[in-house]
């Protein structure tokens, strides 16, 4: 036992006393010394998991690297080379389907994590964990927001509002570079420091420690609230516009004594918008549902009751953060009309079926012409 002990080393107890009995094995018992500033003091007053927890993980999280796999490659698959999807407002679908295979790229070493029971690779292997997971997350929130950002141009302002190609391609790189600074703080170290969570198997910027607490509430605010303030104001707005639209439309209406003022195609074109436009609230949902967690864990961590984060708590979080980018790209598959017919043709197996929404807008603009002459 003296060997685990270091003069200048925290260390992790390999047995401590508990409920009167002596627990073999605390967490963090398995790391070597010069690897010890990996797990926070905070863990190793708890057990080490047992297998079957590790097992478990590893098998939730091939699962959803299968998941995400093939539903984020249909997504860059088909969005990439069908020229009806080629628009700059589904270039941000492509784009968060980078992101999501980004995340996508940290699942393979947490399952190799979990059959060993500890973090492969030591710093080296947790710095590289988490900066995919800063990377992936903080992308994927901003990215949300240019989304709804783009889905209240289009639908507020159909004819002079859209994004052109450039603009995208701009807002895409601004996607990139958003999400650096707080990931490039930590690992280099300048800035916060990523280490083990949890079971120890994953890796996330330091949360624990009080001289992090600056930190942590400002990559809170840069990588949660105001992706969600940005979010939530557009989709206001764009909710506001579409009211205020429709009910310009029938108050004229009325006094022109007809049913409508808006022809067949123009209604079947603003369908569609309108069903992308719940498509993107839908995946903002998801991105609310996944990522609250994991900002109430953290600032617990930071400013609250610690004694609350169990090894098990924390990691229920990180895996609903994985979930959602293997959810997004289903997401689409199953509402977006476009991607949709587009999987019909391509995939037909899937048992896709899906009226194109260019040719039914072109048949009503037909009937509507035929019934005026």
Known sequence: MADNYTDNEPIAFPYKMVSGEIQNHMLGWNVPPEHQHLVHEHWRQFPDVDKSSHYMLAMIYTILSVSSLTGNGLVIWIFSTSKSLRSPSNMFVVNLALFDITMLCE???LILNSFSQRMIGYELGCDIYATLGSLSGIGAAITNA????DRYKTISSPIDGRINRTQAT????FTWLYALPFTVFPLTKAWGRFVTEGFLTTCSFDFLSDDMRTFVLCISIWSYVIPMGLI???YLKLFIAVRHHESMLKEQAKKMNVKSLASNKEDAGKSVEIRIAKVAFTIFFLFICSWTPYGIVAMIGAFGDRSLLTPVVTMIPAVCCK??????PWVYA???PRFRVELEKRVPWLGVREPDPDSKSTNGSTATNSAEA
């Open 323 to 328: 979930a959602v980018s293997c959810i997004d």
């Open 146 to 149: 240019v989304i709804a950002f």
């Open 334 to 336: 199953i509402n977006h």
């Open 107 to 109: 699942m393979p070493h």
């Open 170 to 173: 701009l807002l895409v790189i």
């Open 232 to 234: 939530c104001t557009f």
